[in-house]
């Protein structure tokens, strides 16, 4: 851990770095009681004006009102809302996943079954919020979280409108330019869920052209939101067959609330019927496979080690030739226990980047979030019958003549990573082929720790005498 974090933010073991902003930082950090991984983010009050400072800590600590009262499986779970010297700070739940605007920079198209199961999961989690009060009013694409099992998290109920609240008042516009409704820019009459649910249209539009219906600088995104009507999803993206929802984009797109859908379980029923098929529960293994490159731009989102590792490969995946084919399906069995379909992709994304059963197993059982899931799985590798010409089956390395086990990898991973973050796997990897003593590949890990103080203290937690 950099000698510039602090060591605790109330009960919290501060473990690491997620992001930076103009006013504040998030952690990554670990509940001691619960042995729960959690994002914290924080506000300085120090850098606020000092005229806007009670406003913006309101409207920091109505983030942790308003989602905290929220409990569904589509939205990030908050915590607890605390205060700390200079610190205003959120305890969040952490995220392994993208957010669906690092996939539009990428250019990553959806296929219309992962549309559609999209828009389903997040019509879901909006209409259940809904019914609660809580009118998100900043829905986008960073704020939309596509996770490593093909489910979906809404984020960041920062300017959440509470029935009940008074912090957004008729006039207050907030949101982001593109995709705020006409009436947040106007200021007539009362910004409610239909606001909500513009918003899902402008990602809609995205979803199916790749492309937003409102762009331009801000001033002209404005007068476009408020006074013009965009070209029809099948005008702007002539190559696909998306005219079916034409109709059901340009409703939720209406200038008028009372023009558009009600409710979020009307603009779901619309899409189904549009679509003329039940929406998937998750996205489709091949987009899973597709996923990006680069880490979410919301700060409680890491990517995973096999989203990180594994090569994209098209169509469905196969399984690397390296491999036993009987074995990866007793692997994936096991797993599907626990991950349900998606352990086949899973499986075979790990086996891509490993050698041996150990090495496959471990790798698994990193995804696993749940700890009792995790123990579970890994008991079945006794189990495993082993056979044919999988290679690599103990839990030595096969690559070079190391005698570092990958159990020793392992623990030298969770040991470093506190220090240097998730490069401290590819850095154990690499040193394991490089010695032949345990010793010997501590110290060598070790050099990646700048800081002398925290280099000794790795050195002793894993008894070795330097």
Same mark, same amino acid.
């Given at each position: 851990?950099?000698?510039?974090?602090?060591?605790?933010?109330?009960?919290?073991?501060?473990?690491?770095?997620?992001?930076?902003?103009?006013?504040?930082?998030?952690?990554?950090?670990?509940?001691?009681?619960?042995?729960?991984?959690?994002?914290?983010?924080?506000?300085?009050?120090?850098?606020?004006?000092?005229?806007?400072?009670?406003?913006?800590?309101?409207?920091?600590?109505?983030?942790?009102?308003?989602?905290?009262?929220?409990?569904?499986?589509?939205?990030?779970?908050?915590?607890?809302?605390?205060?700390?010297?200079?610190?205003?700070?959120?305890?969040?739940?952490?995220?392994?996943?993208?957010?669906?605007?690092?996939?539009?920079?990428? #250019?990553?198209?959806?296929?219309?079954?992962?549309?559609?199961?999209?828009?389903?999961?997040?019509?879901?989690? &909006?209409?259940?919020?809904?019914?609660?009060?809580?009118?998100?009013?900043?829905?986008?694409?960073?704020?939309?979280?596509?996770? $490593?099992?093909?489910?979906?998290?809404?984020?960041?109920?920062?300017?959440?409108?509470?029935?009940? #609240?008074?912090?957004?008042?008729?006039?207050?516009?907030?949101?982001?330019?593109?995709?705020?409704?006409?009436?947040?820019?106007?200021?007539?009459?009362?910004?409610?869920?239909?606001?909500?649910?513009?918003?899902?249209?402008?990602?809609?539009?995205?979803?199916?052209?790749?492309?937003?219906?409102?762009?331009?600088?801000?001033?002209?995104?404005?007068?476009?939101?408020?006074?013009?009507?965009?070209?029809?999803?099948?005008?702007?993206?002539?190559?696909?067959?998306?005219?079916?929802?034409?109709?059901?984009?340009?409703?939720?797109?209406?200038?008028?609330?009372?023009?558009?859908?009600? #409710?979020?379980?009307?603009?779901?029923?619309?899409?189904?019927?549009?679509?003329?098929?039940?929406?998937?529960?998750?996205? !489709?293994?091949?987009?899973?496979?597709?996923?990006?490159?680069?880490?979410?731009?919301?700060?409680?989102?890491?990517?995973?080690?096999?989203?990180?590792?594994?090569?994209?490969? !098209?169509?469905?995946?196969?399984?690397?030739?390296?491999?036993?084919?009987?074995?990866?399906?007793?692997?994936?069995?096991?797993?599907?226990?626990?991950?349900?379909?998606?352990?086949?992709?899973?499986?075979?994304?790990?086996?891509?980047?490993?050698?041996?059963?150990?090495?496959?197993?471990?790798? &698994?059982?990193?995804?696993?979030?749940?700890?009792?899931?995790?123990?579970?799985?890994?008991?079945?590798?006794?189990?495993?019958?082993?056979?044919? $010409?999988?290679?690599? !089956?103990?839990?030595?390395?096969?690559?070079?003549? $190391?005698?570092?086990?990958?159990?020793?990898?392992?623990?030298?991973?969770?040991?470093?990573?506190?220090?240097?973050?998730?490069?401290?796997?590819?850095?154990?990897?690499? #040193?394991?082929?490089?010695?032949?003593?345990?010793?010997?590949?501590?110290?060598?890990?070790?050099?990646?720790?700048?800081?002398?103080?925290?280099?000794?203290?790795?050195?002793?937690?894993?008894?070795?005498?330097?």
């Amino acid at each position: 851990m950099s000698s510039n974090l602090p060591s605790h933010l109330g009960k919290y073991a501060v473990t690491g770095l997620l992001g930076k902003g103009a006013m504040g930082v998030v952690y990554k950090a670990q509940d001691p009681h619960i042995k729960r991984t959690v994002a914290i983010k924080t506000v300085r009050r120090e850098l606020i004006d000092a005229d806007h400072e009670s406003h913006l800590v309101a409207r920091f600590k109505n983030e942790a009102q308003a989602a905290g009262g929220l409990s569904h499986p589509g939205i990030v779970s908050i915590y607890e809302y605390g205060e700390e010297d200079d610190l205003a700070y959120i305890v969040m739940e952490y995220v392994s996943g993208s957010a669906l605007d690092v996939y539009f920079k990428q #250019s990553i198209r959806f296929a219309p079954v992962d549309v559609v199961s999209i828009m389903a999961q997040l019509l879901d989690a &909006l209409g259940y919020a809904h019914e609660q009060g809580v009118v998100h009013r900043d829905i986008k694409p960073a704020n939309i979280i596509i996770m $490593t099992n093909g489910k979906l998290k809404v984020a960041d109920f920062g300017i959440a409108r509470i029935a009940d #609240s008074e912090l957004t008042q008729v006039g207050m516009v907030m949101g982001t330019p593109s995709y705020i409704a006409p009436e947040q820019y106007l200021g007539k009459g009362k910004v409610d869920q239909r606001a909500d649910l513009f918003s899902v249209g402008v990602v809609f539009y995205q979803l199916l052209t790749g492309e937003k219906p409102f762009a331009g600088a801000s001033e002209a995104v404005i007068y476009k939101v408020c006074h013009e009507q965009p070209a029809l999803p099948s005008v702007a993206a002539p190559d696909r067959s998306v005219s079916h929802f034409d109709a059901v984009v340009m409703k939720a797109l209406a200038k008028l609330p009372e023009d558009r859908f009600q #409710s979020a379980r009307e603009f779901y029923d619309a899409i189904l019927q549009a679509h003329r098929a039940p929406a998937m529960v998750a996205l !489709s293994e091949e987009t899973i496979i597709h996923r990006p490159t680069q880490a979410a731009s919301f700060p409680a989102v890491e990517p995973t080690s096999l989203s990180s590792q594994a090569t994209p490969i !098209s169509g469905t995946s196969l399984a690397p030739t390296h491999w036993d084919a009987t074995v990866l399906k007793e692997v994936e069995e096991r797993l599907a226990r626990i991950m349900g379909p998606f352990a086949k992709i899973m499986v075979r994304k790990a086996a891509k980047v490993t050698q041996s059963v150990d090495e496959l197993y471990n790798l &698994l059982a990193q995804e696993i979030e749940q700890a009792a899931d995790r123990t579970e799985f890994l008991s079945t590798r006794t189990s495993l019958s082993l056979g044919g $010409t999988q290679t690599g !089956s103990g839990t030595q390395l096969t690559r070079g003549t $190391t005698a570092i086990t990958q159990e020793a990898i392992d623990n030298a991973t969770r040991m470093l990573a506190p220090y240097i973050g998730p490069i401290a796997k590819v850095l154990a990897k690499k #040193s394991a082929s490089k010695v032949t003593s345990v010793q010997a590949f501590y110290t060598l890990l070790a050099e990646n720790i700048t800081d002398p103080q925290e280099r000794q203290r790795f050195l002793k937690e894993a008894g070795i005498n330097s």
